[in-house]
């Protein structure tokens, strides 16, 4: 009988579950972003960051931190780049009504 690999532990004893609990409530948190700026007349992809965002969090809990620093960079990349199509969106509507 051979020894078990650190993957094969994690994903007989539940590994990675508050990476994934975390990622499905930066999910629900950027879905309700997207739909307030939605209602605002704006088009947002929030709920994508956010996810990796809350990944990146259950990761650190799990101690997994490079997990998390790719994770949360990726989020936080991810979110900066969607405001600043949102800050361009709204400048080129505003310059367009004039």
Excluded: C, P
């Amino acid at each position: 009988m051979r020894d078990l690999n650190n993957h094969e532990v994690e994903a007989v004893s539940g590994g990675w579950i508050l990476s994934d609990i975390g990622a499905s409530i930066g999910y629900a948190i950027g879905t309700i972003i997207d739909r307030g700026a939605t209602a605002g007349g704006l088009e947002t992809t929030a709920k994508n960051s956010f996810q990796e965002i809350g990944s990146g969090i259950g990761k650190i809990l799990e101690l997994n931190i490079s997990g998390a620093i790719t994770d949360i960079g990726k989020g936080v990349s991810d979110a900066l780049k969607n405001t600043v199509k949102v800050i361009e969106g709204i400048k080129n509507s505003s310059s367009s009504s004039s």
